[in-house]
């Protein structure tokens, strides 16, 4: 495992998301700067959505742990229905929360999930989310026939500035790397910082999309949907 020797990253999710990835990176020995640039919420009037897109469905896909806690919040797993995460954390805390967790994408994405669940002849999806959850699943199975239901179960709302507060500048801070977990992220991340030629290292392609959309460039994309796909995609570059 390589070090990140005292390199100086500044990560961009909820406080309570990035406290964890702090840990992780500390021990990697980086010099972590959190600033919480996104908010989520969970939106209360989506159980009896839920509960009426469950009913006579195949599998419900839970893509992050926000999605595993708004989902518990808000309904009850049907028998007969299986999860299907995205990655380990999601899975993990599927389990524990959910009482199962039936299928983990190898790759950590979408679009493997995808290819995974159409392996298995899933017929009758739904994603339970974010708001503004990417298309992946829903454009890679609805063409072989599936039926894919997307729920928002949550919101993320980028940060905004504080009052009496001034925008900071990503330069003065010495930075060598950003994470970006989300497009939500960047938003919240402009609002409140000047950015410069800091490196900015996305976790996906949505997130990459919205970095070129902005005008900014992608300095490495995350090949898997999570912090060691971070950085090992920030680790290429130095």
Same mark, same amino acid.
């Given at each position: 495992?390589?070090?990140?020797?005292? #390199? /100086?990253?500044?990560?961009? $999710?909820?406080?309570?998301?990035? !406290?964890?990835?702090?840990?992780?990176? /500390?021990?990697?020995?980086?010099?972590?700067?959190?600033?919480?640039?996104?908010?989520? $919420?969970?939106?209360?009037?989506?159980?009896?959505?839920?509960? *009426?897109?469950?009913?006579?469905?195949?599998? &419900?896909? &839970?893509?992050?742990?926000?999605?595993?806690?708004?989902? $518990?919040?808000?309904?009850?797993?049907?028998? @007969?229905?299986?999860?299907?995460?995205?990655?380990? +954390? +999601?899975?993990?805390?599927?389990? *524990?929360?959910?009482?199962?967790?039936? &299928? %983990?994408?190898? !790759?950590?994405?979408?679009? +493997?999930?995808?290819?995974?669940?159409?392996?298995? @002849?899933?017929?009758? %999806?739904?994603? !339970?989310?974010?708001?503004?959850?990417?298309?992946?699943?829903?454009?890679?199975? /609805?063409? #072989?026939?599936?039926?894919?239901?997307?729920?928002?179960?949550?919101?993320?709302?980028? !940060?905004?500035?504080?009052?009496?507060?001034?925008?900071?500048?990503?330069?003065?801070?010495?930075?060598?790397?950003?994470?970006?977990?989300?497009?939500?992220?960047?938003?919240?991340?402009?609002?409140?910082?000047?950015? +410069?030629?800091?490196?900015? %290292?996305?976790?996906?392609?949505?997130?990459?999309?919205?970095?070129?959309?902005?005008?900014?460039?992608?300095?490495?994309?995350? *090949?898997?949907?999570?912090?060691?796909?971070?950085?090992?995609?920030?680790?290429?570059? *130095?």
């Amino acid at each position: 495992m390589k070090s990140l020797d005292n #390199k /100086r990253i500044l990560i961009t $999710r909820t406080t309570a998301d990035n !406290a964890v990835w702090a840990v992780q990176l /500390r021990e990697r020995g980086a010099v972590v700067i959190e600033r919480a640039c996104i908010e989520r $919420r969970v939106i209360e009037s989506a159980g009896p959505e839920l509960e *009426q897109a469950l009913n006579g469905a195949a599998w &419900l896909v &839970l893509p992050s742990p926000t999605a595993v806690h708004s989902f $518990r919040k808000l309904s009850s797993l049907p028998s @007969g229905v299986r999860i299907a995460c995205t990655g380990p +954390s +999601s899975a993990q805390l599927a389990e *524990q929360e959910l009482g199962r967790c039936d &299928l %983990i994408s190898a !790759a950590g994405t979408m679009t +493997s999930l995808a290819q995974e669940l159409g392996d298995l @002849g899933a017929t009758t %999806i739904v994603i !339970a989310g974010a708001e503004e959850t990417t298309m992946d699943l829903q454009f890679a199975l /609805r063409p #072989k026939g599936f039926t894919v239901r997307h729920v928002p179960t949550y919101r993320t709302q980028p !940060a905004t500035l504080a009052k009496n507060t001034t925008v900071t500048s990503a330069e003065a801070q010495n930075l060598d790397a950003i994470f970006l977990a989300s497009p939500s992220a960047l938003v919240g991340l402009r609002n409140v910082m000047e950015l +410069s030629n800091t490196p900015l %290292i996305t976790i996906g392609p949505t997130t990459s999309a919205a970095v070129t959309s902005a005008g900014l460039e992608v300095a490495a994309e995350a *090949q898997t949907r999570d912090l060691d796909g971070l950085i090992d995609a920030f680790l290429c570059i *130095q």
